[in-house]
């Protein structure tokens, strides 16, 4: 089969149960070799209103409802939300942040889609640990979120203060083992700076 309608290609997404779709998915979802031509369906699928492009590569399903967490894990692979949006989603930040910041062993990169911007800041894969699946989304660990940003702090790239935080919410037994795993002089200086342990 070497196409298919725009009905045939909505019921297929549908009964996959997919909420992104790639390139690689389309073929294999309809059975076409020739990427060529399943390209040409997916820009087909776009102009039908069947999926909207992401970012390249990456098709959202127009009827999915993705959540915006989960957005920014398929947007930027490998990554895992961290930093401000992980800070408040585990009630340690009381500011919600207008950003959803995640954390990537890939390059530094922010991304605006369907009017919101996702921030990618870029750790060593060292560091590129501590994260785990909660509903269909991948985020850091609470206390994983607490070392990305105070290692991104002690870099420069936020700000080290931690005065509004609620901390009780922050298993310190698994926190100071994070921290020891942590070998960057500056970061360990900012620790003890912050009395956090």
């Not at 009964?15 to 399943?38: H, I, P, R, Y």
């Not at 098709?59 to 920014?72: G, H, K, M, Q, W």
């Not at 609470?142 to 700000?159: F, M, N, S, T």
């Amino acid at each position: 089969m070497e196409s298919i309608s725009a009905i045939q290609a909505q019921n297929k997404i549908k009964e996959s149960g997919l909420k992104f779709v790639t390139l690689e998915e389309v073929m294999k979802l309809t059975g076409v070799k020739n990427k060529n031509t399943a390209h040409k369906m997916l820009l087909r699928w776009v102009k039908y209103g069947i999926l909207e492009r992401c970012s390249r590569g990456i098709y959202l399903v127009t009827n999915a409802s993705p959540s915006d967490f989960e957005i920014a894990n398929k947007l930027v692979k490998p990554s895992y939300i961290s930093l401000e949006t992980a800070l408040n989603y585990y009630g340690i930040l009381p500011q919600f942040p207008y950003v959803i910041s995640s954390i990537t062993a890939g390059k530094t990169r922010s991304v605006k889609i369907k009017g919101k911007e996702f921030e990618y800041a870029s750790l060593a894969k060292n560091l590129y640990w501590g994260y785990e699946k909660i509903d269909e989304a991948i985020i850091a660990q609470p206390e994983k979120a607490v070392i990305d940003y105070l290692y991104l702090a002690a870099k420069g790239l936020r700000q080290p203060d931690i005065g509004e935080w609620d901390l009780s919410k922050i298993d310190k037994t698994r926190l100071n083992e994070y921290i020891k795993k942590v070998n960057y002089a500056p970061f360990v200086n900012l620790i003890k700076k912050v009395s956090l342990i």
